[in-house]
């Protein structure tokens, strides 16, 4: 059964400052998502990894997969007010369509 | 284009009543899902279309809780006789194809009293 894992669950940052985000799985997932979710809000969709070594970026934004580790990050480089939101790693079982969830990293940036 | 939407944003039922959730998917999306998130955690997986019909019902907690698609578009998740544990964000998502990214309605937040 495959099981997901964040951590840290809560981060609280300063503005300029780096940091990273770790996602752990238990079993083969055949992909790797990454979603931001805003208080109130829905599920934005931000990243997904298909295979090992694969890394994509957005502004700020960077997520990497090591599917040999079961391991995907997320990293914030110089983090802003507005990437404050709660980030969430979900892995999918091979030949599923379930998307098996972390709990979600809420990340608070302050000025 | 559209998004998924989902209405109603937010019901307030008591505990026994029965309640009806709507999701649009966006359209052409053939596959469609419904997930159940409580505060603090994850979705969890509840129901998965694929056209017209349920291809994985086995996230529905109990017979309590239906959904249907009868046109391979619009989904109404039902869930009768509601209990307290029933509160939680309600989440639909559609995606192209079934193996493809999910995008997100805003959600149902259900309130059972």
């Known amino acids: 059964e495959l099981k997901v894992e964040q951590n840290p669950l809560f981060l609280s940052m300063q503005e300029g400052k780096n940091y990273t985000i770790y996602c752990n799985y238990s079993?083969?997932?055949?992909?790797l998502y990454w979603y931001r979710q805003d208080p109130g809000k829905s599920l934005e969709s931000l990243f997904v990894?298909?295979?090992n070594g694969a890394v994509k970026q957005e502004g700020r934004l960077m997520a990497s997969l090591d599917t040999k580790a079961r391991l995907s990050t997320l990293h914030i480089t110089a983090a802003v007010h507005d990437l404050s939101a709660t980030y969430f790693c979900?892995?999918?079982?091979?030949?599923?369509?379930?998307?098996?969830w972390g709990a979600g990293t809420k990340l608070i940036i302050k000025p | 284009g559209a998004g998924v939407s989902q209405t109603p944003s937010n019901k307030v039922t008591e505990k026994g009543k029965y309640v009806e959730l709507r999701c649009d998917p966006i359209?052409?999306?053939?596959?469609l899902y419904w997930y159940r998130q409580s505060l603090g955690q994850g979705p969890e997986f509840l129901i998965y279309?694929?056209?017209?019909?349920?291809?994985?019902d086995s996230g529905l907690p109990n017979d309590r809780f239906f959904a249907v698609r009868p046109e391979g578009s619009v989904s109404t998740l039902k869930i009768q006789r509601t209990e307290r544990g029933d509160s939680a964000v309600y989440l639909c998502?559609?995606?192209?194809?079934?193996?493809?990214?999910?995008?997100f309605g805003p959600g149902t937040r259900l309130l059972v009293l």
């Open positions: 979900a892995g999918r079982r091979d030949s599923n369509y379930q998307l098996i």
């Open positions: 079993t083969t997932s055949d992909r």
């Open positions: 990894l298909l295979s």
């Open positions: 359209s052409g999306h053939t596959a």
């Open positions: 279309f694929q056209g017209t019909g349920a291809a994985d």
């Open positions: 998502a559609s995606s192209r194809f079934s193996r493809e990214t999910q995008y």
